[in-house]
């Protein structure tokens, strides 16, 4: 597992209260969204870490020791195959957490979890994490609703991948990516290839042809959104299904 280097002076002067008060891309909406007293029960437990690019949250099969809010970056759950190469099923970013299994009662998983983009996180150990989710049933159910919109995201990639031409995919992707780390995105082919579960040169004929239809500008490991209501009109109804759930049981986030 990669190192991870301290972020302990990005937020040592912060508090629960003054959570609320940061902008929006710069801390956690499930943090944000908790109460007082469910803050208090996680605060002292949570370590602040810098998270890198490759930095890996979860390995496959291995017992998971931590979960992260993420503050920022862009973290990838994998499904590992040595013979077709692996796939991405999920992405998380500031607006949820890293360690569904263990919010399950499962305390491993087949998947592999890392970062595509590296960001400020904050974690916390499994034993004081599931003590906390024992003692408040408020802090259970968010926790919960979240993972309902994960899986929910889960599934639709699932179905994307099955209905979906590559061109509606990666319009979904982009927009996924942007939902969590802004617009321009630094994302090369490698990782849209692993995104999408696609060869790279059905990438680069998608994205010229989304380029193409001036929805967006792409360049050398970089994609930038011209047409953001035009991009999500060519997903066919591939994107915002999780985003909608995730707004009607979390908050805004969008």
């Given amino acids: 597992m990669a190192v991870m280097r301290s972020a302990k002076s990005y937020f040592d002067d912060f508090t629960m209260n003054q959570l609320s008060t940061l902008p929006a891309g710069r801390s956690n909406l499930l943090l944000r969204a908790l109460s007082q007293a469910d803050g208090d029960l996680l605060w002292d437990h949570l370590e602040p870490v810098a998270l890198n690019r490759g930095d890996v949250c979860i390995e496959s099969q291995r017992p998971l020791t931590h979960v992260y809010f993420l503050d920022g970056g ?5 499904m590992p195959d040595e013979v077709y190469g692996s796939a991405e099923i999920g992405a998380q970013g500031y607006e949820g957490l890293i360690g569904v299994p263990v919010i399950l009662g499962a305390m491993q998983t087949p998947h592999k979890t890392f970062m595509q983009v590296g960001g400020p996180a904050r974690r916390i150990a499994v034993a004081p994490l599931l003590r906390a989710i024992d003692e408040s049933e408020s802090l259970r159910k968010l926790l ?22 590559v061109e509606e995919r990666l319009a979904r992707w982009i927009l996924m990516s942007a939902d969590r780390l802004g617009s321009p995105l630094s994302l090369t082919h490698d990782f849209l290839s692993l995104m999408l579960g696609v060869r ?8 010229h042809i989304l ?14 959104i011209i047409d953001r209501a035009g991009l999500a009109k060519r997903s066919n109804g591939c994107y915002g299904v999780s985003e909608a759930e995730y707004e ?6 969008r």
């Fill in 144 to 165: 919960l609703r979240y993972v309902h919109v994960f899986q929910l995201q889960v599934g639709q990639t699932a179905y994307a991948n099955a209905r979906y031409n």
């Fill in 74 to 78: 862009l973290g990838s759950t994998v």
């Fill in 200 to 207: 790279r040169p059905s990438v680069t004929d998608a994205t």
């Fill in 211 to 224: 380029e193409g239809e001036r929805l967006i500008k792409a360049s050398r490991g970089t994609i930038e």
């Fill in 248 to 253: 009607r049981l979390i908050g805004p986030w």
